[in-house]
């Protein structure tokens, strides 16, 4: 379990992440609660900049990809640690920028990107933005033109690689909504409409082949094709590729069914990657372009625990058990969207064997909100707290207010010490926006 140093159980028998005891934190903060590990998520960041710093000279950047996890302290740690961010929203920009992060480091993705948002985007000064429609590619231009700049952008290709993952995060075959395909010629039409266009400098391509992928061959693979049609562009239309984007999507532990990488070990993956590019550019004798990477899941996944007390527990002889906890689909939608696998424990008896297999459900009224079914625990008792590790990424990020329970807050860890970097929420805040007109009064 502690093969990133970030868990371990300590001498009662509690469990701990980055140093504090969960069940320490439980009574501090309250449930369900998701907790930070920091330590693991700059230990991340690191590893991913020195290896483009000692493996490819430092032409690159990393991105973080903060979908994963957006608030004004990821951006700040992002920011601290030298690396730039991409996001794909004006909320996500906004938050960026209340932190205080350059918005040169800033890529602005999203598959239809609003009028609004492309508009904010030019107001802050974004970097790049990765054009994903021939209307984005319009509107940027008439953007840019209005302000009298020059905006670069990317060009979000679709490398036509399937990567092994999960069918529902795939996004890089060739029926997706996301990328120009380069095998139907869309990919070479999109090139030649964006470098005829005044207001945008093309700076080259982006791919994001999925996520949760373990097969380093599969990033290769986009890399060969990408290099591929780089080399017939610049032999088509004079077009040298400065930036090449490889996207994220690399692997976590979730379960003892995925592979357990330690932080070092995803320099593997760079590595792979940065060869492919050497090597397709020897190839080609194309000039090396700028790398970029997007790693979200894999930097804050396994940083993320979240903690909740168990309420009502129901057996159904024969059948199964369920043991309620006071989170849910509103806080960690990931099961009933993908069927994603956790592992569980109980933080205040994690030195106990496991004795039985529970569903571990939710307080949401609907029949499907569960954090998962087939979870390994000791007969848990009402009162208990239950850590669900690895729920750094796609978790907060993706919780809702649904049957109006709060979004939990999250802590972060550091030395054994939790501070809020996003505070609880508050019964006046679920009513904040609702609006009750004089005539229903
Ligand atoms: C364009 C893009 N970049 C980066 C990522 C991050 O992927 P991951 O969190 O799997 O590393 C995603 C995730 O969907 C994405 O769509």
Not at 52 to 72: T, W
Not at 150 to 170: C, F, K
Not at 290 to 301: D, H, K, T, Y
Not at 319 to 328: F, H, S, T
Request: hydrophobic share 40%; charged share 25%.
């Amino acid at each position: 379990m502690n093969f990133r140093n970030t868990l371990k159980i300590n001498e009662k028998g509690h469990l701990e992440i980055g140093g504090a005891d969960c069940v320490e934190l439980a009574k501090q903060f309250g449930t369900p609660l998701y907790v930070y590990d920091e330590a693991h998520i700059r230990n991340m960041m690191r590893v991913y900049r020195e290896t483009i710093e000692e493996e490819y000279a430092g032409r690159g950047l990393v991105l973080y990809a903060s979908k994963a996890f957006s608030c004004e302290a990821m951006y700040a740690i992002a920011k601290s640690e030298g690396i730039g961010a991409d996001v794909v929203s004006g909320g996500e920009l906004y938050t960026a920028m209340q932190a205080g992060f350059p918005a040169r480091d800033i890529y602005m993705h999203g598959n239809n990107k609003l009028p609004q948002e492309i508009s904010y985007a030019l107001d802050c000064g974004v970097g790049t933005i990765v054009v994903d429609a021939y209307s984005e590619a319009d509107l940027i231009e008439a953007e840019a033109q209005r302000r009298g700049v020059i905006q670069n952008v990317l060009l979000r290709i679709n490398p036509g690689v399937e990567a092994h993952t999960h069918a529902y995060v795939q996004t890089a075959t060739p029926d997706s909504k996301f990328g120009f395909s380069i095998q139907d010629g869309a990919a070479e039409q999109i090139t030649r409409y964006v470098l005829a266009r005044k207001h945008l400098r093309l700076m080259g391509y982006h791919c994001h082949i999925g996520s949760q992928i373990f097969e380093k061959q599969s990033f290769v693979l986009a890399v060969e094709k990408c290099l591929k049609f780089m080399a017939e562009m610049r032999q088509k239309l004079n077009f040298e590729t400065e930036e090449l984007n490889m996207g994220g999507g690399f692997g976590v532990w979730y379960t003892d069914a995925d592979a357990k990488i330690p932080a070092e070990g995803y320099r593997d993956y760079l590595s792979a990657l940065i060869a492919a590019v050497k090597k397709g550019c020897a190839d080609y004798n194309l000039r090396l372009p700028r790398i970029l990477i997007e790693p979200g899941r894999s930097i804050v996944a396994e940083a993320g625990v979240t903690l909740y007390t168990v309420g009502a527990i129901r057996e159904i002889p024969g059948l199964r058990k369920y043991v309620a906890i006071d989170g849910g689909m509103f806080e960690n939608p990931r099961f009933c969207l993908y069927r994603s696998k956790y592992t569980a424990l109980l933080a205040n008896r994690a030195a106990e064997p496991c004795t039985e297999r529970v569903s571990l459900a939710g307080k949401c009224c609907e029949s499907g909100d569960l954090i998962g079914d087939d979870f390994n625990l000791p007969a848990a008792n009402t009162g208990d707290i239950v850590a669900v590790l690895t729920t750094g990424a796609y978790n907060y990020s993706m919780a809702s207010n649904y049957n109006r329970n709060f979004i939990p807050p999250a802590v972060l860890v550091k030395d054994g010490k939790a501070e809020y970097i996003v505070k609880p929420q508050t019964y006046e805040d679920l009513v904040r926006n609702d609006v009750l007109p004089a005539r229903l009064k």
